[in-house]
């Protein structure tokens, strides 16, 4: 039997539809993600904690749900909407279909809405706190709830996602990852690329600080050879300096990055004594550390398919990107300058150090899912900390 389910939002307007996974009331910011595969690494993305996510592509849930694809151990977001569940999957890889998988986790899930109208919605006033319910039904009293919820602005929500303690990671990209990756290696495969451009970080030793980390960036460095060592995001420069690492990463996560002064203190005690690549919220934090400000997005930026101009070659990357948040170019000390712009709207993409080994990108090299056109990235870490290691 179908159940009744409903989006309310703080502007006063309410989507009905049916409920599928699990039962029960969330609050959230409502945002919306563009891409027309991975919601299974939209789903295990940490940095959607805090958000009710609606994908934009019609039906969902084709191919299942994959254990080796995950992007973390659990799902951090607070809610799912989409136009159409596929409840029949189709791939050999798949051990359970999306219902399945958001009933045993325990998130909530709205579909038969017309996701086309609240995404302008969401586009013309913004993102908005929205609740979820299939328990309250009664549109005035949701309404109140989403008005009276908590707005994600000045949250700090990546002490709900970091790790509890520091670990090794171990495990490299998934065979299947590795040979649809070598498209964006122009036609060579990981290996190839280590043998023939020498040092690709085989052998460095990388801290990452997670902050709510996607595992494919942790997949990525491993497979490229680096011993990785994850540190909880609240983590002192001491804590990450006494490891004595070749080069820090910063991790994406979610929520807005300006009350995380701890985070943007160790990152300004590490600034100039060890090379440092951020992504996203990594990004964020870096800049942050270096004196920039940062911003909400109208909405943001949620899809796999977002250009992105490199500044120093002119070539344009379509990436995939996850960010409500973003660097505002104005408040940018003159030691810091922009390396790549968002081609849809011009925000900052990239941003580099003029004299510290220190950079960062406002997406995802990693892909997971999206294209893997920015995968260079990682090697220019790999170069940073090669010129820093010939320099020192
Ligand atoms: N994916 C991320 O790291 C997101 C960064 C930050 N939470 C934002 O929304 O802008």
Redesign the pocket.
């Known amino acids: 039997m179908q159940k009744t389910a409903k989006l309310a939002l703080a502007d006063g307007s309410v989507f009905t539809g049916t409920a599928f996974g699990a039962d029960g009331e969330v609050h959230g910011e409502v945002v919306f993600n563009t891409s027309m595969t991975g919601y299974q690494e939209i789903l295990t993305?940490p940095?959607?904690c805090g958000q009710i996510v609606t994908m934009t592509y019609p039906q969902i849930g084709n191919y299942g749900i994959v254990p080796e694809d995950v992007e973390s151990s659990g799902i951090a977001l607070q809610g799912f909407i989409i136009r159409e569940l596929c409840e029949i999957p189709s791939n050999y890889r798949a051990t359970q279909t999306l219902d399945e998988y958001l009933k045993a986790a325990g998130v909530i899930g709205l579909q038969g809405i017309d996701t086309r109208a609240l995404v302008r919605k969401i586009r013309t006033v913004g993102a908005m706190t929205g609740v979820l319910s299939t328990v309250d039904l009664d549109d005035e009293s949701l309404v109140k709830k989403a008005q009276s919820s908590p707005q994600?602005v000045g949250q700090d929500?990546?002490s709900q996602v970091i790790p509890q303690s520091a670990c090794e990671w171990e495990e490299g990209l998934s065979e299947l990852a590795q040979s649809s990756s070598t498209h964006s290696f122009a036609g060579n495969t990981i290996d190839t690329l280590k043998e023939n451009e020498g040092n690709t970080g085989c052998d460095y030793h990388i801290v990452a600080i997670d902050?709510?980390m996607?595992w494919n960036i942790a997949r990525h460095l491993k497979q490229l050879g680096c011993k990785v060592t994850i540190l909880p995001g609240n983590c002192t420069a001491q804590d990450v300096l006494d490891l004595n690492p070749d080069g820090v990463f910063l991790?994406?996560?979610?929520?807005?990055?300006e009350p995380l002064t701890y985070a943007i203190e160790t990152i300004r005690g590490l600034l100039g004594k060890v090379p440092i690549f951020g992504?996203?919220?990594?990004?964020?934090l870096l800049g942050l550390a270096c004196g920039c400000k940062?911003f909400?997005?109208k909405f943001?930026h949620r899809g796999a398919n977002q250009p992105v101009v490199n500044q120093d070659t002119g070539q344009v990357e379509i990436t995939s990107?996850?960010?409500?948040?973003?660097i505002d170019p104005d408040s940018m000390p003159d030691e810091v300058e922009v390396t790549h712009i968002n081609m849809n709207d011009n925000t900052v993409a990239g941003l580099r150090h003029k004299t510290y080994p220190a950079f960062s990108v406002?997406y995802?090299p990693e892909a997971s899912a999206g294209p893997h056109d920015s995968h260079y990235l990682f090697q220019q870490f790999f170069e940073s900390i090669k010129q820093a290691q010939v320099s020192s």
């Open positions: 993305d940095s959607y994600l929500l990546v902050y709510g996607k991790s994406n996560g979610p929520g807005d990055p992504i996203c919220l990594g990004h964020q940062t909400k997005l943001g990107q996850n960010h409500g948040f973003a406002q995802h």
